[in-house]
């Protein structure tokens, strides 16, 4: 257990989840925590130190410029406000409220959805008003077509596991379509291992969280071209300001960009894959459990462990996320399809000691159910309130 979580009386986590922002995202790679102790000290002009950021996003994506935020979220309602008010002092000053601007932004049906909170929100908070494309499973060119208007400020793109997989326009078809009415298009892809994809697609602004595969200090990058970029940064002197990132986000993102240039991928890679064949192969006999390899969703380069719950194990798969996060140390699981009877296991953020904790604690939380009979009780739905009870019941 670290220092830290003795000094404050906290549990220990194991994450077997992947980049949970509810559980501290990820490990930070020592060039950023290194960076962001350096930096905590001193005194450093935020607008060169955004200039530095500026570079060497450029240079990692292929766009025009960048800077950093405070996260992913806030470079959503920082993008849509920049395609709001372009670089204008006075509609940076006055947003929200949006009059004689273009404010509607348009996006896919499909992905509209809730990666912690509602993308449709991160819109809404700079003023805009929403245009929803399409219906969740059905979003075809014409529907994009006919939302945009002379009203559009921006179309938004989301790319994640959580966006609805089937119906949705892919990126290139979302750009052409967009740019045939001169509107900038947004991609949110906070999670994506792809930095330069987007870019070349024709995006006008890209966001990722610096908090999640890269490695770094909770912080969103931004990339694009750069008047929208400027206009996004510019809106610090706004609504930006209730959304700050400090200089140790900003170095911190920067660091974690550069280490990620620097490392060895394929070493990592051949890391992650040795846990998923030892969890493969710890579980492989454990009653009720269906197993198998699962390349990620939209395409990084990871593969996780998919663990089918059946009825031999003695409960349900939400009974075994629940039981496994009440454990010390506490076990995360991947748990957003557990309805389906599913949970999976994530090798980036644990290493190979945990990795076999994890495998142990929930071959024992079978045995247990198994033995005392006391599984599948809990039904999905029961289990939905009582999570959402016990969040609302904080601080309690
Ligand atoms: C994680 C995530 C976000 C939120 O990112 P933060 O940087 O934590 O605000 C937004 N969109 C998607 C698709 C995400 O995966």
């Not at 004689?100 to 049906?109: H, K, M, Q, S, T």
């Amino acid at each position: 257990m670290a220092a830290i979580h003795d000094a404050l009386g906290l549990a220990p986590v194991i994450n077997a989840s992947g980049t949970m922002t509810v559980i501290g995202a990820s490990r930070v790679v020592p060039e950023a925590v290194a960076a962001v102790a350096s930096v905590l000290p001193e005194f450093v002009d935020i607008a060169d130190l955004q200039r530095k950021a500026s570079a060497v996003i450029a240079a990692a994506t292929g766009a025009e410029a960048g800077f950093v935020t405070s996260s992913s979220a806030s470079a959503m309602t920082l993008g849509v406000a920049a395609a709001m008010t372009g670089a204008d002092p006075a509609a940076i000053e006055r947003l929200p409220d949006t009059g004689g601007l273009r404010d509607e932004v348009v996006v896919p049906a499909g992905h509209l959805v809730n990666f912690g909170a509602p993308v449709g929100q991160m819109i809404r908070l700079s003023g805009a008003m929403v245009v929803s494309a399409g219906t969740a499973f059905d979003v075809q060119p014409f529907h994009v077509a006919a939302a945009l208007s002379e009203r559009t400020a921006a179309g938004l793109f989301v790319v994640s596991h959580h966006v609805v997989p089937t119906g949705q326009p892919d990126l290139p078809t979302f750009v052409a379509l967009c740019r045939a009415k001169g509107v900038p298009v947004i991609v949110d892809m906070a999670s994506e291992y792809d930095l330069t994809g987007a870019i070349a697609a024709g995006a006008d602004l890209v966001i990722w969280s610096a908090h999640k595969f890269l490695g770094g200090p909770t912080a969103g990058i931004v990339a694009g071209r750069k008047d929208l970029v400027r206009a996004a940064y510019l809106q610090s002197r706004g609504i930006g300001r209730a959304m700050k990132v400090g200089k140790e986000g900003i170095v911190g993102a920067i660091a974690a960009l550069e280490a990620w240039g620097r490392r060895d991928h394929a070493a990592a890679r051949a890391r992650e894959t040795a846990i998923v064949a030892a969890w493969l192969a710890a579980l492989a006999d454990a009653p009720g459990l269906t197993l198998r390899r699962q390349p990620d969703w939209t395409g990084n380069p990871i593969d996780r462990v998919e663990i089918g719950v059946g009825e031999a194990a003695g409960l349900f798969a939400w009974e075994l996320a629940d039981r496994l996060a009440a454990r010390t140390p506490s076990i995360r699981v991947r748990a957003d399809l557990v309805e389906t009877g599913i949970v999976h296991l994530d090798p980036c953020n644990l290493d190979a000691a945990e990795a076999e904790l994890v495998a142990t604690a929930i071959r024992a939380e079978i045995e247990a159910a198994r033995a005392q009979g006391d599984g599948r009780r809990l039904s999905h739905a029961e289990y939905r309130t009582a999570g959402l009870a016990a969040a609302l019941a904080w601080p309690d």
